[in-house]
């Protein structure tokens, strides 16, 4: 078992090898349909699995097409960190979706229009209720 410390040591080195294959090391075009970033990296205590959580921005259709291109070229990931990483053992891959900073990106655009709702409500000299904050916010979660 690896110690903690090598642990997180190693999923920080993967993760920048992984992002650099990114940028300019995977020629499948599936992978560039979507804006691709790699969010973390975990690994699993005696550094023989690695879980790689990646964000992709676009339509639907790019995030499933990207994904589909991560997975079709993990073993080409995997020979590539087998050869940049000096490790006894090189890591089996696995990408997973993580929608967190697309949740955080849609948060701060919501807080942003109710501030400018309120900026300009308070200008125009009518107040706010909570009630109305709620229904327009709830509304906007629907579509």
Do not use: W
Request: hydrophobic letters at 35%.
């Amino acid at each position: 078992m690896a110690s903690s410390r090598r642990v997180e040591r190693v999923s920080s080195l993967i993760r920048r090898e992984i992002s650099q294959m990114l940028i300019n090391g995977i020629k499948d075009d599936r992978v560039g349909a979507g804006m691709v970033s790699v969010v973390d990296v975990e690994m699993s205590r005696d550094l023989q699995h690695a879980k790689v959580f990646v964000s992709i921005y676009g339509t639907e259709e790019a995030k499933a097409e990207t994904m589909e291109g991560l997975k079709a070229c993990t073993p080409f990931v995997r020979r590539e960190l087998g050869q940049r990483i000096r490790l006894r053992h090189t890591p089996e891959i696995q990408f997973i979706y993580d929608p967190s900073l697309e949740k955080g990106d849609r948060v701060i655009s919501l807080i942003n229009r109710l501030s400018a709702e309120s900026a300009r409500k308070s200008q125009q000299g009518g107040e706010d209720t909570e009630e109305e904050t709620e229904i327009e916010v709830s509304g906007e979660e629907e579509e």
